[in-house]
């Protein structure tokens, strides 16, 4: 059995898919598509330069240039299907001008612990949704009476939704593992945060500040003496930064006095190690901290080349998957396009 402090480092990874078409914004491409894991852009195709690009060192690293010929070409049919949609909702919601604009989101998760996994997909439309897919009975839902005949034309197409099972039951969460793989390896498997403590100006507010920690797994709490402290902590969001490493902090109220009668301590737990901080002060203000470095780092980490990078001409990417989109959605034959459910 797994302890709380093992379920509560678990991480669970996402990839997402974000897909933009518009219409009469001239300072706004007609048509982006951007890939997204835990929170990090790994690729980007927009109208303007028709080319998916990476947007991270290891995707460009990891994946040779016939996986982007590949995502090149899903962006471009997607594209296209994309402006005809947008156009066709136009018609069907008696609308012959002004900005508008179709939105598309659609990934999965998975829990690198548990193995516990999910997904999702749904389309909005002038900032309200329109239509989403129930996983659990795989059927489409209309979210709005305009789009019940969406729902309708999409729910015959058994073997589309049989795609769509087949893509977030395994195809999603196989390159979900794989990016989480590349960009693990490019951190060296694990990053330990480092942490820092200061007080807020003017107040008896002390901040425990964890950053620059990879995955984003990470416990951060307070001990006053030997015990831990579960009341009056004001705890923060896992925010990504910049980089692709994550920041968390706690914060306590503690007046000079309390300082002088108990020790308090903060306490980061992650996969990189555990590191303890107790705050140290003079005169009533903080003046040093004292660190328990971090564990050494994972022996086990694999450093050699993934021996199954996936190919262009041997694997389907990841993205661009999606009943709007040729790859999700093949021709019925009977010269309509099922994407537009018209």
Known sequence: MSSLCDLFLSVTHSLQYFYTATSGISSFPEFVAVGVVDDLVISQYNSYTQKCVPRQP????HLDQEYWDSETKLGRGAEEVFKKVIQILKRRFNQTEGQHVLQAKNGCEWDDESDVTSGYEQY???????ISLDLTNMRWEPLRRETAVTSLKWNRLKSILNARKQYFNHVCLDWLKKYVLYGNRSHGWKVSPEVFLFQKASSSTVVCHATGFYPDGVKVSWRRDEWHIQEGVKMGETLPNGDGTFQKRAEITVSPEERKRSQYTCEVEHRGGQTLITLTEEDGNIVCLTQMPPSDPDPDAPSDPDPDAPSGTTETSAGHSSP?????NPNTGDGQDTATGA
């Open 124 to 130: 909005g439309y002038d900032g309200e949704d329109f």
């Open 324 to 328: 709007l989109t040729p790859h999700g």
């Open 58 to 61: 290891w995707m460009k690293q």
